[in-house]
């Protein structure tokens, strides 16, 4: 029997491959896997299993900026994002539950730009992190984009060392793709 959260992924995928049918190929696995009697959205699951992060956007000046942090195990610039947990009620509420802990922007402070829907489905390798006994490991991470009014942050201690906006100019380019379609969303 195929979990609630399963379920979720696996309409939430389908959906997006509907929105953006371009990517249906690439989500393949997603689907096969949300129809598997394993825990996908459990950080036990491995190889695979699905993370959600939220890609957050404040305008300065005219000038719109993406809200980007800097992973202290991964020492890479990514969005906020992680784990799924179990008193998250949808994907969407995994995503700015992540952004709130790991920035301090309040969810009260984020309006979805894509109402339920991610804007972006990613694929990642994660390292072995043997001081949480995890094997290396994939993320399908579901991004789920956000516009915010509050420019302040609060970061988390321990798994992030730094918060930037951006330019989305200054964006990594491996992350140029997804700002192109926010940005048509943004100027829709």
Aim: proline share 6%; glycine share 4%; aromatic share 6%.
């Amino acid at each position: 029997m195929i979990n609630t959260m399963n379920k979720n992924i696996n309409s939430t995928v389908s959906q997006y491959t509907s929105n953006f049918p371009q990517e249906a190929e690439y989500c393949q696995p997603l689907l096969s896997l949300s129809e598997s009697k394993q825990d996908i959205a459990s950080r036990k699951t491995t190889p695979d299993h699905v993370t959600c992060s939220g890609i957050v956007f404040h305008q300065k000046q005219n000038i719109w900026h993406v809200l980007m942090i800097h992973h202290t195990f991964l020492d890479k610039w990514l969005f906020p994002g992680g784990h799924i947990e179990k008193e998250d009620a949808t994907l969407e509420a995994a995503a700015i539950r992540e952004i709130t802990e790991e920035t301090g922007l309040p969810s009260s402070n984020l309006q979805p730009l894509f109402e339920n829907q991610p804007i972006d489905i990613n694929t990642h390798p994660i390292p072995e992190n043997i001081k949480k006994n995890e094997p290396q490991h994939n993320h399908w991470d579901l991004r789920y984009a956000f516009t915010t009014t509050q420019e302040s942050l609060t970061l988390e201690e321990g798994a992030i060392t730094d918060a930037r906006w951006m330019k989305i100019s200054d964006v990594p380019e491996t992350q140029q793709k997804i700002m192109k379609r926010a940005m048509a969303l943004l100027q829709g």
